[in-house]
Structure formats: structure tokens, C-alpha cells
């Protein structure tokens, strides 16, 4: 097991060793140039346009700047970005714990609500609880996820006023108390999270479905029925373990989605994460901080993914470690 | 076949016969602006009102259902070649090409989606065509582990040695014996996208990055909506149902041949 | 009122008569609060501001975009600020002496101004700033008017004496840069904090920011010109507009910019009349489209002319500012003392364009309905950026007209970094974008000959040798009324050649929340006197205790 893991962990290195190439050379030699202004000002003289260039080492040519960058970022210094000089570590820590807080409460809220709509629909394929349910699952499916967050925002922040529309607190959130306070953040999370959760919901609940069906049909579960064991004991102690396995699988795969953050989302609920500041970056050509993102995000979805299909062959004795 | 399929394939048609005819639907121009007309709510004369420039949102809608069907098409086409194309070659020969290109795959499968996305509206212009192209560009992964997949489980079959005894070429093996058994998973796949894709080009196009003016889609028409929500919510509301029914079309049609 | 009385109400008017009675003593009641109000302004409660963007840094002297200088203006003090009449006056300077031969300008400073941190502000301060901004180090935009300086130096704790190496006239505007703190800057670490945690001599102290979610600022108690009235200042950063005007909606937000389509269509309503304020003056800058001369079509006068009466610069103005906006003439602002009045904007005059057009050459059309020269369609590509609903509608309009008169344009659509990328290349034919103008005239670097390497702002490479002297020539004289000629004649000799076919000066529609008052709009805004701005104290609505 451990060979396996160290030889997975070093297969790793050519891997993200490729994607910082390719990134780097793609935001590179994309066309564009680093822009931190939204508009020309003529106040701005050549000769500081110059001099920022110099500064900011574009002068060099693309190997040399990106072996320049790959030595920094082997003693993990990601650089500083070109918008404000800031260290990009410093700017993703600022942003990263709004993002992970809204897709983990949203990944739980799916698990939650998906897997008994997933469940109860596997018991009785075709019934009337399945049919409804594959209905609503395919309109899920189907969403514009930023539509439906318009009008939620509109029915509920401003027809019905029940809900802040945009922001993580309110105004006057420093005097509450800290019972206020953890209410307040939960009344402005509660629109962005749900409208996360709600593309996923349609997927995951499906697929539970899905697994669950073909783990029904299964000749062990057959056998459980005919020792007349409990119904409710075989669906949810054997049955349910078994269709749960690849959800491992998903939640490793879900990890560029969770730490990359969703920049309509963001936008429309004015919540600073890191959609937004990766979507701005890519607009601004601020390059160390995009290859800052893409190598932090890359990093974790791989380790997430080695994580994945380790718990996966840890859980399932079927699977032999080559 | 059963309703749900049905109406799928009933939302489909008339996607298809709406853009097919939009010339003849269309009552005015979509690109007429009429400025001493702007923002008006759906009328008699305006069925579904009129956008901020004046411009008839009919016309435009029955328009932009030519691009959502194009997007789709195209999207998909390119992304079913890229896909196959890997997918088959990795799975057939296995070992160093497989591993190459499914390391490949798993680079591509790294970056946020949005990120390649607009990195490749930079380097294209953001053409009708291109932005469809864009969207396959980013969108062929998951079709070519699925092929891998099929044509790892094919190529063991017995009609498969059986050619490969006789001498067969490779490229013939894999075009007559492998893809056409591969083709209902990936048909399935490819309907799917489609939903998929129009979804995708309506989130480009909401962060003004998709579909160029003066060319109506579904997904710019939304994105002026958002700015007069509180005013003009037929701008908001119709766009968005027509993209809610194509995507469910798509997604019903290809849940209905998985069976 | 009117929507009060309309005439089917008249047969039920009968039973509303106690109604109205009660309605308008409430009405005098209000009346009555507000003059009494009026009287006697209070301290306390805060402000609300939205936008859009969010500042990049703090630091005076880097700070480029409109949101860091919005902050920076409010914590900092320039030697010199512009008065509700677009005249300069002093700020941390209490005066000043220019030279006969315009090279040296004298600064007497104010005495008794204290930095938010304790400590006497004095000319050091004003030295420290100099040699920041023309250090090669410092990253920034705006060393270029400060290196012509030549001679820097300090008289006393209160006087410095600058020098210029030649006259120049916007050298005195360009001391409006805020002034840092020598004592707290010493070191380069020192800035990084700073960037983030500014200490100024303003009105307004910085306390906090909440990265990509707001800043917040507090009155500063011992600010040299009077505390300021509203408490705390609050900028939220909201990035999407239809969130941000539905905030406001939601009375979340006390003031923002309107687009012109809230302003005439969603702000019309009696909820906003009650609650809001809505003001609107035109602003600074303008927008255009610039012609690339290098390219063969564009290089003809007759064409560029052509352009000028093919587009409808009304309709544009109608279309895309619903009239809130002015046909722009020129590179100079209604409001400005630059712009010549006699300037007359042509009508909107088809047969015109195409008579010129034929002059140049273009007098045939093919079968698609453009016009073509040495078996070549008229056709072009109009770049504009991303994120710009305004241009991208303008695009769309012009593209309507010139199709018109028989000319194919093509709208193309660029994020803002690859659109200047496109610009320094030159690998464009016409640009339709805007320039946000300071109050001096001075337009050298958009226009002279001399600004057209890449990343330079002539970018049309527009070339006239009159134009080029008058704006050397504008730059040297200081008197006002010269300049005017001057620059009077640029605006005409620029007109005549049309290297941008101007379009509009779009208005400023700021929106406030009705409480604030003390607002006096001017030709140069409302936001000159914010720190004169008040609420009673019966509405404030924020109590503050931190």
C-alpha cells in the first residue's frame, strides 16, 4: 500500500510539472497584455509603462521567466501580483476560506437533500415518487444556474425582503451579538449556497439512484432478501454502503469546482472569493497570481484525487493495488 | 417510448423548425433598432416586448434558437472528434499512448473550465463559430474516457481478434469493428452535451464574453435582461425559459435513449 | 404631484377630502422638519457608497483606477484642489507664487496640520512625496509631469521652492497628488503596510478593509478644515451593476452612479422619490471613435468627415444615454473653459456622407449594398472592450447607420487587456472607446505627433503641425485667457480633421439616499463639499459604536 501510494505521489511530479508548463505558456502568448486600469489615462508616461515592464521581469525571454518562476515557486514563493504587489499567497488566503465555506455547505446540503430523493426513487423505479423526482431532477439538469439565482434573488431579497441579496454581512454586523453575528452570516449565505447546491443536486441524486438500482439487483442483495433479513436493514446497511463507494470518486473530482469558486455566483451575490479574483486576474494578465491559482488549485485536485482512489481501494476490497 | 422522451424530442422539433423557418417566424427584424421604442413590455404589437435598444424580443429569441441549435451542433461535433479520436487511439493501443493521452486528459481536467474558456476567447476571435469551437475545445474529456473506456472493453471481444486474425488493419479495426459498438453510449454522451453546451455558451455570454452583438443568442439576450431585472423582467423570464426547455429537451431525449 | 389628480379619480375625489387634508399637513409637517432641519446640522450616522470596482492600493502616489482615488481622496490632501468651479485653490498649501517666466512655483504651506497619527505635517512631507514619485523604483504611472521638475527645495518647514526646467502650465494641477507621511514611509516594508492601512491628513481615517467586500473610514476628529459631519464613510464593493442598483433598491446602499436607463426608467417611481435623491451634470470625458489615419480608407479626410454626418449622434445620445448626455465636438468638455462654443455639431445628414464618400472615391456598390473602391467593399472592424454596455450599444447603432450609407462594420468585442494590446500593434481600424479628462486641457499626449510609439496615447496617429505648436504653446503660457485661444483653436483645427468622430459627454447621474443634505450640485459635481454633508438627527439611520 505504501509503495503504491509513494509511486501514485511521484507520478504526480511530471504531471504538475506539465500543467505549469502548458498554463504558463498558454496565459503567456495568449494575447493581451497586464492591464490593472479598466480605462487609458494619458497621465500614465511611456517611460512608467516601461519601467513597470522592467520591474516586473516581462522584458526577459518566456523560458527564462518561467525557470525564474519555477525556481521561486520551488521554495513556494508564488511572486507578487502585478495589480497591487501583494503576495499571491496572501491574496488566495484572504479569498479561499469564503469559497470553501460556501461549496462545503452547499456539498453537504446536496448530500443531504440528494441522497434519500436518490434512495427512495432506487426502491421504486418507474413509481410516482421517481417519476416526480426524475422530472425535477432533469429541470435541474437543465437550470441556468445564474437565471435561477436572479430570480431567487429577486423573489426572496427584494419581492418578499426575507433575505439580504449581495454580501457576507450586513452593515451594522460588528456591534451583533455572537449569536446576531452567526445569524446574520447565515441569512447571506443561505441564497449563494442553495443556488451552489442546485446544479449538483440534479447530478448527484441521479447518480445515487443509478448506483443504488444496479446494487438492487445484485445477487447478494437477492440472497439477503431470501434469508428474509429486514428490508429496511438490507437497503440502508448493505445496499446503501455498497451504491455509496464511488461517491469518493465524485468528492475527489469535485475539488477544482470547490476551491475554484463559480464567478457568475460571485458576482451576482457581491461574495469576495476566489472566482472572482482568478477571473480577474485572467482579465488583468496579472500572471503570477493566475499561475499562482492554477498551480494551488492543480495541486489540491490532484493530491484529492490520489486521496480519492486511495480511501476507494482502502474501502473496496475488490480493488487490488497494482 | 415514454412522455417524457416524447416531449423531449417534441421541444427539440421545434427548436429545430423555429430556426430553421426564422426568417419567415420573426416578425421584425432582430437587429431593427428603434430607439423611440425601447423597453417596451410584451404587446400586441411586440409579443414579448422589446429590449433596451427597441429591437423586438421575438424576433430575437426566435433568432437566437438558431444559435443555441448551432452551439450545440458544433460544440459537440468538435469536442465527438477530439473525443473519439483520443479516446479510441488511447484505448486501442494502450500502454505509452494511453498513458500520454489520458495524463493529457487529466492536465485539461485540472483547470477550472471558465479559465480555459476565456484564455481561448483571447486567442480566437469571438465569433458565432469560434465560441461554439471553444466550447468543444474545453468540453471533450469526459467523451474520451468515456470512448477509452468502450474501446477497452470492446477490443477484447472475440468478432474483434477474430478481425485482427484475418489481418485487418488498425484503422480499419477500430472505424468498422470498435467505433460503431462504442456508438450508443457516446450518442447518449453526445445529446447530453448538446444541453450542455447551450448552457455553457449562455454563461460565456453572461459574462460578455460569448456570442457577439449585433448577433441575438439566448445567453446575451439574458445578460441585457440582468441589467433592467426590475423593469423589464421579460427580458429576463423568456430567455431563460426558452434555455430552460432546450436544455431539458436535450437532457430528456438522451435519458430517454439510455434506456 | 400630477399622477395625484388624474381626472378618473375626480367622482371618488369627494371621499378623499379628509384624506387630503391629512396628507398635506403631513406634507407641511415634512416641510416644516426640513427648514427647521436645515438650521442646524448635525454630527453622526454613516454613509453607504457602492461600486463596482474595488481599489487596488492606498498609496496616493500609485493609485490609478477611479475606486483607490476615491479612498485616497478622502484620507489624503493634495497642495492644490479644484472649488466648485473647476478654479484651483490651496489645500495643504495655503498659497502660492508662480514666477514671471512660469519656472518656479512657490508653495506656502499650512501650519498646524496634523496627520491622523499625531504628528505635524511640514514640507518634508511635500519633499518625501517628490522623491517617491520620481524614484525609478516606485511603480508609479505618474512620475512624467513631476520629472520635469528640476530644482526641488525646502525654504523652511512651511515654504518650498520648485523649479521647472521649462514653463509648464499643468504643473501647478499636477500638486493636487496627495501628500504622504515622510515619517511612516522610511522604509520599503513600510509602503506594504501602508498600501492597505493609509495615514493621511484628510478628513476621513481608514479603519478597515474587508478585502473585496468594503472599506471603511472614520471622521478624523482634528481634520484642519472642520470634523467632518456623516460619522463613518462605508465603500462597498458590489461587482455586478444589477446587484448593485438592487441594493440600493433595497435602501442597502446610500449612494451610487446610475446607468442612464436606471436613472430615466427604474429610478422613476414613487418609492425612489421618496427615498433618493437623483442628480445629473455632464462629466469629464468623453466618448469616441478614433480613426486609425495609418490605414488607406481612414487617411482621407472626406472619409472621416463622411463618418461625421453618417452617424447619428442624436440617436446615439437617445439610444444608449436616453438623453442624458451631450453631443461631444471636440477633445474638450461643455463645462470646460477650453471648449469653443463655436464648434458647431453637424446634423445627421446621409446624403452628405455619401456625396463625401463619393469624393473619395467610394461611388459604387455592389450587390449586397456596400460600396466599393478598386473592386474593394467598404468594410471595417469597430473594436471596443468588454464590460462596456454603453459602447457595446453605440457599436450596435453605428453599425445600423453605416450600413446605411453603404459601409460594412464589423462589432468587435475585446477584454480590456487584449484590446490594448490590439492598440499598441496598431492592428485596428477604428477603436470606439472613452477619455476620462483631468480639468486642465492640456490633451499633448492624445494629440501631439510626437505620443505615437506603442503603449503611447496617440494612437490614431493623428498629425498636424499647427495643432502640434498650439499644444507646445498651451503647455508654456500660464494665463488663462491666452490658453482659452489657444486651446479655443485646438478644438477647432482637431474638429475640422476628425481623427476621432466625437459622439457624447454622458452625464453623471449620482443617486443618494434622501437624508444627506448639505448637497450643492456644481459644474464640478456634488462630491467637493462631502465633508459638509449631514443628516438630522431623527433620520439617521446608522448608530455607530465600535
Known sequence: MFSYFLKRLLNLIPLLLGITIISFAVIHLAPGRPAYLKEMDPRISLEAQEQLIKLYDLDKPLFKQYLNWLKRVLRLDFGNSFVDGRKVIVRIRERLPVTLLINILSMVLIIVVALPIGVISALKPGGLFDKWTTFFVFLGFSLPGFWLALLLMLLLGIKLNWLPISGLKSFDYHQLSFWGKNLDIIKHLILPVSVTAFGGLAGFSRYVRGNMIGVLKQNYIRAAYAQGINKGRIVYKYALKNALLPLITILGLSIPGLIGGSVIFESIFAIPGMGRLLYNSAVARDYPMIMGGLVIGAVLTLLGNLLADLCYAWADPRIKCK | MNKLTLFGISIIAVLILLAIFAPLISPYNPQAIDVDNILSPPSRTHILGTDSLGRDLFSRMVYGARVSLEVGLVAVGVSLIIGVLFGSLAGYWGGRVDSLIMRFVDIMLCFPTFFLLITMVAFLKATVFNIMLIIGLTSWMGLARLVRAEVLSIKERDFVRYAKAMGAGNFKIISRHILPHTLPPVLVAAILGMGGAILTESALSFLGLGVQPPTPSWGNILMEGKAVIDIGWWLTLFPGLAILLAVLGYNLLGEGLRR | ?546
Request: charge should be positive; include cysteine.
Open chain 3, 1 to 546: 404631484m400630477s399622477t395625484l389628480f388624474p381626472p378618473r379619480h375626480i367622482l371618488r375625489g369627494i371621499f378623499l377630502i379628509p384624506f387630503f387634508f391629512l396628507f398635506f399637513s403631513f406634507l407641511f409637517s415634512l416641510y416644516a422638519q426640513q427648514n427647521q432641519g436645515s438650521k442646524v446640522t448635525c454630527y453622526g450616522d454613516a454613509i453607504v457608497v457602492g461600486s463596482i470596482g474595488e481599489p487596488i492600493t492606498l498609496i496616493p502616489i500609485l493609485a490609478a483606477d477611479s475606486a483607490s482615488q476615491e479612498i485616497v481622496g478622502l484620507v489624503f490632501n493634495g497642495l492644490v484642489k479644484y472649488d466648485k468651479d473647476i478654479n484651483l485653490v490651496g489645500d495643504l498649501a495655503e498659497g502660492w507664487k508662480i514666477s514671471d517666466d512660469g519656472l518656479e512655483i512657490t508653495f506656502y504651506l499650512r501650519k498646524g496640520v496634523k496627520w491622523q497619527d499625531g504628528v505635524l505635517f511640514t514640507a518634508k512631507d511635500v519633499l518625501f512625496t517628490y522623491q517617491k514619485l520620481i524614484d525609478p523604483a516606485t511603480k508609479t504611472p505618474y512620475s512624467g509631469d513631476f520629472k520635469k521638475i528640476e530644482d526641488f527645495k525646502i525654504i523652511d518647514d512651511y515654504t518650498v521652492k520648485i523649479t521647472y526646467s521649462e514653463p509648464f502650465a499643468p504643473a501647478l494641477a499636477s500638486w493636487g497628488m496627495p501628500i504622504m507621511p515622510a515619517h511612516l514611509l522610511k522604509r520599503e516594508e513600510d509602503f506594504k503596510k501602508f498600501s492597505r492601512q493609509p495615514i493621511g491628513t484628510g478628513p476621513y481615517r481608514f479603519v478597515r478593509w474587508e478585502t473585496g467586500s468594503q472599506i471603511i473610514l472614520e471622521a478624523y476628529d482634528d481634520y484642519w478644515e472642520g470634523r467632518p459631519y456623516i460619522d463613518r464613510y462605508s465603500y462597498r464593493i458590489i461587482p455586478d451593476q444589477s446587484t448593485l442598483f438592487l441594493e440600493l433598491r433595497n435602501r442597502g446602499l446610500d449612494y451610487i452612479g446610475l446607468t442612464p436607463l436606471q436613472y430615466q426608467r427604474q429610478t422613476n417611481n414613487d418609492f425612489f422619490k421618496q427615498n433618493f435623491r437623483k442628480y445629473k451634470y455632464p462629466s469629464f470625458g468623453y466618448t469616441y471613435i478614433g480613426w486609425n489615419l495609418n490605414n488607406p480608407k481612414f487617411k482621407d479626410k472626406r472619409v472621416r468627415q463622411a463618418m461625421n454626418y453618417a452617424i447619428d449622434k442624436e440617436e446615439i445620445i437617445k439610444g444608449v444615454l436616453l438623453g442624458l448626455g451631450k453631443v461631444c465636438t471636440g477633445p474638450f468638455v461643455h463645462n470646460s473653459w477650453a471648449y469653443n462654443p463655436e464648434v458647431k455639431p453637424p446634423r445627421y445628414n446621409p446624403q452628405k456622407a455619401e456625396e463625401l464618400l463619393a469624393a473619395a472615391g467610394w461611388n459604387r456598390k455592389n450587390k449586397a449594398g456596400f460600396l466599393v473602391k478598386d473592386g474593394q467593399q467598404f468594410e471595417f472592424t469597430l473594436l471596443t472592450n468588454q464590460g462596456n454596455e454603453a459602447r457595446r450599444k453605440c457599436a450596435e447603432i453605428i453599425q445600423q447607420r453605416l450600413k446605411e450609407v453603404g459601409i460594412k462594420v464589423n462589432i468587435k468585442i475585446v477584454e480590456w487587456g487584449c484590446l490594448l494590446d490590439i492598440i499598441d500593434k496598431r492592428r485596428f481600424d477604428a477603436v470606439l472607446l472613452g477619455w476620462g479628462l483631468s480639468r486642465d486641457p492640456d490633451c499633448y499626449d492624445i494629440f501631439h505627433s510626437s505620443k505615437t510609439r506603442p503603449k503611447e496615447f496617440n494612437f490614431v496617429s493623428y498629425k498636424n503641425e499647427k495643432v502640434d505648436k498650439l499644444l507646445e504653446q498651451g503647455r508654456r503660457v500660464f494665463s488663462r485667457e491666452r490658453r482659452k485661444k489657444i486651446y479655443h483653436e485646438i478644438h477647432r483645427l482637431i474638429y475640422n480633421d476628425q481623427p476621432y468622430t466625437f459622439l457624447y459627454v454622458p452625464d453623471a447621474l449620482p443617486i443618494i439616499d434622501a437624508r444627506f443634505r448639505g448637497i450643492e450640485p456644481s459644474i464640478n459635481g456634488i462630491g467637493y463639499n462631502f465633508i459638509k454633508w449631514w443628516v438630522a438627527k431623527e433620520e439617521q439611520r446608522y448608530k455607530l459604536q465600535e
